[in-house]
């Protein structure tokens, strides 16, 4: 007669268990970052579409500079096999993120077609010849004089094909430079969350500087104070147009985002030549060679 019980333990076999709540001692702050700041999804639609009706042609040839880990690359060489990217940025921590979390998660097809590369967005080196660059989240405002914003499009125009198109982002309203703190709660999955804070710690209006810094807080526990800092100028939309006019661009056009009904955006961006008065918006700001 067999021994041993006929109770049975139940499993579920679907449920891995729940990671722990994130803290500042466990939390990667690139990580977080990526859940709160970016979303390379929508910003490679909107490349790919408005390169597409402005050239008559598709993009296949990105340079993504101030890349940090490559996340808009990595979404653009996923899509067709034809696409391929550059992805500048000048920190080696960044881009060993990158290659790990980015380039390394890609399916092994598209990986040989994006490039990480530690470089100088001034010195792309080999980077050149490309249907698109881009530079999002504001960071080509660490150029914070006319002749040094100046020379980054200069830059960017000889790297560009003959049709090639600059696509950068633009933040304006009049909390630009307001000193404030702004917070909001991001869901990092299964069940995990954590607060992502904007700091716009400092402005001075005689020179238009900034200094802003990213926080991250916990459910429980000390934030993550300072995770990342910039020190940038607050351009406005006409500043930077005429310098890109001067750098010998074509045409610039601002894409602003419609009106929701209820005081948000609907995400939705068109080219618009009159802006309204809002508190705070963001745009792309588009600029043509041909
Ligand atoms: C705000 S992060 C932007 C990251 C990414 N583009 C995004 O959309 O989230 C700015 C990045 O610019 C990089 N950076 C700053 N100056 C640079 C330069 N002169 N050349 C290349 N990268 C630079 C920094 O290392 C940092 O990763």
Not at 37 to 42: E, K, S
Not at 62 to 91: Q, Y
Not at 100 to 125: M, S
Not at 169 to 181: A, H, I, L, P
């Amino acid at each position: 007669m067999p021994t041993g019980s006929t109770k049975q333990t139940r499993r579920s076999p679907s449920k891995p268990p729940r990671p722990p709540q994130l803290s500042a001692r466990n939390a990667d702050p690139f990580e977080l970052y990526t859940h709160a700041v970016q979303g390379p999804d929508h910003e490679i639609d909107f490349v790919t579409q408005q390169f597409k009706k402005l050239s008559g042609r598709p993009l296949r040839n990105l340079r993504e500079d101030f890349s940090g880990a490559g996340a808009s690359s990595a979404e653009f060489v996923k899509r067709n096999p034809a696409n391929h990217a550059h992805a500048l940025d000048i920190s080696a921590a960044a881009l060993a993120w990158g290659r790990k979390n980015t380039l390394g998660k890609l399916p092994p097809d598209a990986q040989p077609r994006l490039r990480l590369l530690q470089r100088n967005v001034l010195t792309p080196g080999d980077a050149t010849g490309v249907d698109a660059v881009l530079a999002m989240n504001f960071s080509y405002w660490i150029f914070d004089t006319r002749p040094a914003l100046l020379h980054y499009f200069r830059t960017v125009h000889a790297s560009l094909a003959p049709d090639g198109i600059l696509f950068t982002d633009v933040y304006g309203g009049y909390e630009s430079t307001k000193v404030m703190e702004e917070r909001r709660r991001i869901s990092a999955g299964r069940g995990r969350w954590f607060k992502y804070v904007w700091d716009q710690a400092d402005f001075d209006p005689m020179t238009n500087k900034a200094k802003c810094r990213i926080h991250f807080e916990f459910e429980k526990g000390p934030p993550l104070k300072d995770a990342f800092k910039y020190q940038w100028r607050v351009w406005s939309i006409p500043e930077l147009r005429e310098l890109l006019d001067e750098a010998g661009f074509k045409q610039s056009l601002v894409y602003l985002e419609g009106d929701d009904g209820k005081g948000g955006g609907d995400g939705i961006f068109k080219p618009r030549t009159k802006g309204d008065p809002d508190a705070c918006f963001i745009g792309y700001l588009v600029a043509t060679k041909k």
